[in-house]
């Protein structure tokens, strides 16, 4: 393994190997946890600039390029301007819940990124149930959204909290019966061996990702809908729809405690979206054989953007969708989707014994159907009878 | 298949993206105070008064017909007349104003001062950075403010510049022949006249 | 069944205090400017939806009898921001119709030429805004105002505003087109289409939007009728009524074009109509453009100042991007008009928005006010 | 669509006892209109709609016009005996014409496309008694601009579903519209070039204008 790949494992023992010997342990846990802190506190403000420069590219403008070289200093710009701003409470809003909610969603969100392995023996704690505690983690934030909405006494805010709540649970269920199949083919709980799992190459020294299997790619794709569904983005940013309800339950926040939820609302996408490198793409595995000397934390990073960008190209595309097909898209397409996959995945595990020659594609093209036609009918199921296409006649 | 309608809108905002690097129909932004916009000749925003020569207030051109001032839709024109006249650009004795304001807070840049203006003693000028701290006074542009000299008009509006012009000279020189032939012609009957 | 039983119904089956009463107010990001809709919610569906207006009143038409014919011109810029030239055509079209004048051919021509142009921004503006409310971020909107952009340069270099253009009058305009004018509105008409493409490409087949938008405020052809609807959405309830056909006031009778008709009546056809429109709009910029003919601009004993009509009354009306503007003047000889009336279509058109919100949830509210396309420039007046 | 006569003995004999003439109008645009009485006004309206000839299903446009009282200069023959002559004499004399509010309604037929015919309703005078009855429950277009011809006129509609002030806001006594409306005269000053306008302001500030 070269110097780069483990160069903050190395950085890591040596600094903490200065402490007294009693308090070790200790030392290394917050230099972990101060090396988590600053990536992702640096990614988030990094990720509100880059979609802010994404989005106006999409739209044929250029995005914020004043404050700084092409506009890379506008995240300090933003965060100087939260931290000035009068943080107005409404005088009839519920105080302590009002000053406790932004907390209670941000603080949860940061645990969740204990347990990711962002390189070869880079995951700050090796938790043989590592899934589980993450998303035990997870489904905090619902409660502090509840609590953000309920306490502005705001009409906007309540609608704003109720819609939320039935997004994030309704959303929970296909998020967590996306990873099931991860689980049962690698046969593990825990991050690291499922990354394991997928260290081996194939033919041509492509690696054998999940994402390469017809179940991986339709758990990543239920995964990836899932996900921004939990973290309110664009097509299921219902509960601060700003063009219905004006900035749902956010309405009554300013200053450093909006500031918060927004660097919640980022850093649980980013928790998500690292699972989901985690668990699909191979985690901090090269995707060929001869590019294994890049260091593994590289190809994480690589990885982790990649998605990013895909959150924000969604987000400058699709239109919101309304609360009723929302909750309808879950229950009616997403779980059932999801739980067939359960099937394609048994399905899988279960040819894997073939040994024939054919057997490979055979097996891929049986799965795959496996997964497609259950997607068609239930896509036609929800959209209902689907209406005679229109036709629009002419009058001279 | 049921994600075809999103993919396609997916792939068109793509290639929003990717032409926004390449192609200048897919980034349409003028970076305002660094580019600016090519002027555009029929552009107007607020109304300025044309002098002639050198020297502004005797040169300007406008008489005090108050013809703007009635028919300004929101009344944003404000004229006095002057006793003392000047001769105009023709030779003939003309009024002129003494106080003339113009109250561009209030001025919705219509243009219809210039087209009944009989004199073409105010234009449509193109200045559009008209911002001052001052929301009273600052606004109230009084006739030094206003005045400009004809080489600024036909700088702005060319073609119409040119026009009027050509049409100034063409009378003068009429005025002046006209003028030549009258001091000749009262020679011979002065000169009868006296004969007799 | 009118609105008002309706709302009964509903109310009796949520009782009174349980009803969630939220003013969808002036200021909100996607009422189209200062508009506000008393809402009543049960949960998530409309029980009662009262529209306000007046935020955006200046007594218009108190200015104008105050005015002179000329001087009230440049006002009805401010009618309908967005289409001052349509504005400008209907009050043009009735004066001369109150005092017997009629415009050369080059100004009829012209006239067309720039209420096409006018269209085609208003109606894709629209379906850029109709998208915002429906949460796309400003992607529709930003390709719509891209183009719109091209078409204001147009108008800057001709009549000097890109928005408040002030440029008919009465018995024709007030400027020729300055030399390279046509060409270049030839080359933007010649490129709209691709523009168009791509617009349907990136919305017409997406499902969220066919899911948001199919089946939502259903508006039946006779409601809409007896309502005084006019405009693409009437069109869009299957009514044939296009004043240009109509009419045919200007030289419209001359081109060749169709009108496109709906269906349903919902918001799809509604957003569906405006894009056809825009694609017939093309049809006849190219006609006119073919044949623009040469001559004067201004019918030589056309007055400017003090046009004084004989006693008497005209309603003229033009079918305006939104709708049929119209104008009614009575004049009792006097230099400025002694009733001057705008037939708002944005206003009328709101007549029946609680009939159709009733029973859907507050986020299609949102839409279907976005789908009846107003401006409150021309709604409060 | 016939011309107006046929029209007025058509409606007279659909609806019996309305008074219906015709009003001229002067300018070139010639469109004539049909002055109703207040009674008949809705069965006529509802016979104008339902008639299948006629088919006037779209009201397009609602006016309110406000005709003060106005003193007429006028040359009129008298019979007077001059010095014991009887002779006839060119006499000036003043009449005052009658003053009432007047809603005019502009009625388009969708199905038949044709064109405007243009109804006159007038009230009794222009103090109290401004009544006329309400054409919204035929034509529901003239809701809004009803509305608005009660907010800025003040004739009052009967039978209109909803009849509220449209664009001023309810505690607004006057009616901004009529001819004899004075502005109220609290505005915030505002350094416009008019001595009117800075009279009127000044009369609120008596300590010189605000900073």
């Known amino acids: 393994m070269s110097g780069l790949d483990q160069i903050f494992v190395g950085i890591g023992h040596g600094l903490a190997g200065w402490a007294p010997a009693s308090v070790r342990p200790l030392v290394a846990a917050v230099l972990e946890i101060a090396g988590i802190m600053a990536v992702f506190g640096s990614c988030f403000a990094l990720t509100t600039i880059v979609e802010r420069k994404v989005l106006g590219r999409m739209q044929n403008r250029y995005g914020p390029n004043r404050v700084g070289p092409c506009g890379l200093l506008q995240p300090l710009a933003d965060g100087i301007k939260m931290l000035t701003k009068e943080d107005i409470v409404p005088f009839s809003a519920d105080k302590t819940v009002h000053f406790l909610a932004p907390l209670a969603l941000t603080v949860p969100v940061w645990l969740a990124f204990a347990v990711l392995p962002f390189g070869r023996n880079m995951s700050a704690i090796e938790l043989n149930s590592g899934i589980l505690f993450f998303f035990a983690i997870g489904s905090a934030s619902e409660l502090a959204v509840f609590m953000a909405g309920w306490s502005s006494q705001n009409k906007y805010s309540l609608v704003g909290a109720m819609r939320a709540i039935a997004q994030m649970i309704s959303y929970e269920v296909p998020l967590v019966l996306s990873t099931v199949p991860v689980l049962m083919l690698a046969g593990s709980l825990s991050l690291n061996d499922i990354v394991a799992a997928q260290g081996t190459y194939t033919f041509g020294g492509l690696a054998r990702w999940n994402v390469f299997t017809p179940w991986g790619l339709a758990g990543l794709l239920l995964f990836l809908i899932a996900a921004t569904a939990e973290s309110n983005r664009s097509p299921f940013d219902l509960p601060e729809g700003e063009s219905e309800i004006i900035a749902g339950f956010l309405t009554e926040y300013s200053g450093f405690k909006y500031a918060l939820f927004f660097l919640g609302e980022y850093l649980g996408l980013f928790a998500l979206t690292g699972l989901a490198v985690t668990l699909f793409l191979g985690g901090w595995h090269a995707p060929f054989q001869w590019l294994e000397w890049a260091p593994s934390w590289l190809w994480f990073g690589i990885k982790f953007g990649a998605l990013i960008f895909l959150f924000i190209w969604v987000r400058a595309t699709l239109p919101r969708l309304r609360l009723d097909q929302l909750l309808n898209f879950s229950w009616r397409f997403l779980t059932p989707l999801s739980l067939i996959n359960l099937l394609v995945a048994a399905a899988w595990y279960w040819t894997g014994a073939w040994k024939s020659a054919a057997a490979p594609p055979v097996r891929w093209l049986l799965c795959a159907a496996l997964i497609a036609l259950p997607y068609h009918w239930l896509g036609q199921a929800l959209r209902g009878a689907s209406p005679p296409p229109r036709k629009y006649n002419y009058a001279e | ?196 | 069944m009118s609105a008002s039983t309706t709302t009964v119904e509903l109310a009796e089956r949520a009782p009174e205090n349980q009803l969630l009463e939220v003013s969808l107010g002036p200021q909100h990001p996607s009422t189209h400017g200062v508009f506000r809709m008393d809402v009543a919610l049960d949960g998530e569906t409309v029980v009662k939806l009262k529209p306000v207006f007046g935020y955006l009143h200046r007594n218009h038409e108190k200015i104008a009898e105050k005015c002179s014919y000329l001087g009230s011109m440049p006002y009805t810029d401010r009618l309908d921001y967005i289409c001052s030239l349509t504005n400008n055509w209907a009050y043009a079209l009735t004066v001369e119709k109150l005092a017997g004048l009629v415009a050369p051919e080059r100004a009829e021509y012209i006239r067309v030429i720039l209420s096409e142009l006018t269209r085609l921004i208003n109606h894709s503006a629209l379906a850029g805004f109709l998208l915002q409310d429906m949460g796309a971020l400003g992607t529709p909107l930003m390709y719509a105002f891209r183009e719109r952009e091209k078409i204001l340069d147009l108008f800057e270099s001709l009549t000097g505003a890109r928005m408040m253009c002030n440029y008919m009058r009465f018995g024709g305009c007030r400027c020729d087109l300055p030399p390279g004018w046509i060409e270049q509105a030839r080359s933007l008409v010649a490129e709209f289409p691709k523009f168009l493409d791509e617009f349907e490409a990136l919305l017409t087949g997406n499902e969220i939007l066919l899911a948001r938008t199919e089946g939502v405020g259903v508006l039946p052809a006779k409601l809409a009728v007896n309502a005084g609807v006019t405009g693409p959405m009437l069109r869009a309830s299957g009514v044939n009524y296009d004043i240009r056909k109509v009419d045919a006031y200007g030289v419209y009778g001359r081109f060749k074009f169709r009108v496109p008709l709906g269906e349903r009546g919902d918001v799809f056809d509604r957003y569906m109509l405006r894009i056809l429109e825009m694609r017939e709009s093309l049809k006849i910029l190219d006609q006119a453009m073919r044949d623009l003919p040469g001559g004067p601009i201004m019918d030589p004993k056309a007055k400017l100042r003090n046009l004084r009509p004989k006693p008497g009354e005209a309603y003229g009306r033009i079918e305006g991007p939104k709708g049929e503007l119209g104008f009614y003047l009575i004049s009792d000889g006097g230099p400025n008009p002694y009733r001057y009336r705008v037939r708002p279509p944005s206003l009328i058109n709101l007549t029946i928005l609680e009939d159709m919100c009733l029973g859907q949830t507050i986020a299609d509210a949102v839409v279907i006010l976005g789908s009846v396309d107003i401006v409150l420039g021309e709604v409060d007046r | 669509m016939e011309t107006l006569e046929q029209l007025k003995t058509r409606i007279e004999a659909a609806a019996p006892g309305a008074q219906v003439d015709i009003v001229p109008n002067g300018c070139p645009a010639s469109q004539p209109s049909l002055l109703l009485d207040g009674g008949h006004a809705r069965a006529v309206a509802q016979f104008l709609r339902d008639d299948p000839t006629l088919a006037f299903d779209y009201a397009s446009n609602v006016t309110g016009v406000d005709w003060p009282e106005k003193t007429i200069k006028e040359k009129i023959k008298v019979k007077k005996t001059v010095e014991g002559v009887e002779k006839e004499v060119e006499e000036v004399c003043e009449r005052k014409t009658p003053a009432y509010l007047e809603a005019v309604y502009h009625l388009y037929s969708m199905a038949r496309k044709h064109g405007p015919l243009i109804l006159r309703l007038r009230t009794e005078n222009r103090a109290d008694r401004v009544a006329l009855p309400s054409l919204t429950p035929v034509w529901r277009s003239c809701e809004f601009q009803e509305r608005e011809i009660f907010d800025l006129y003040g004739i009052v509609f009967e039978g209109h579903p909803d009849l509220r002030r449209l664009l001023m806001w309810p505690e607004f006594t006057d009616h901004p519209m009529r001819k004899d409306y004075v502005e109220a005269d609290d505005y915030e000053y505002e350094p416009t070039p008019h001595e009117e306008v800075l009279a009127k302001a000044r009369k609120h500030y008596p300590g010189g204008t605000p900073a």
């Open chain 2, 1 to 196: 298949m049921n994600g075809a309608g999103i993919i396609k809108g997916m792939i068109e905002t793509a290639r929003n993206f990717a032409g926004s690097y390449h192609d200048s129909k897919r980034l349409t932004t003028v970076q305002y105070p660094e580019e600016k916009l090519a002027p555009v000749e029929n552009a107007r925003t607020i109304p300025f008064l044309v002098y002639d020569g050198g020297d502004a207030m005797p040169g300007l051109r406008c008489t005090a017909c108050m013809i703007c001032e009635k028919e300004c839709p929101p009344q944003c024109i404000y004229i006095v007349k002057d006793q003392v006249k000047k001769p105009d650009f023709v030779g003939k004795m003309q009024m002129q104003p003494k106080v003339f304001d113009i109250d561009i807070s209030v001025c919705m840049s219509c243009g219809i001062c210039v087209e009944v203006c009989p004199f073409d003693a105010i234009k449509m000028d193109q200045v559009f950075e008209l911002s001052t701290n001052d929301r009273f006074g600052g606004l109230l542009l009084n006739k030094t403010q206003l005045a400009k000299p004809n080489e600024y008009f036909n700088k702005l509006h060319k073609t119409e510049a040119s026009e009027i012009d050509a049409r100034r000279i063409e009378e003068k020189q009429k005025a002046e022949a006209a003028a030549a032939a009258k001091a000749a012609a009262p020679k011979p009957p002065a000169a009868p006249g006296g004969a007799k």
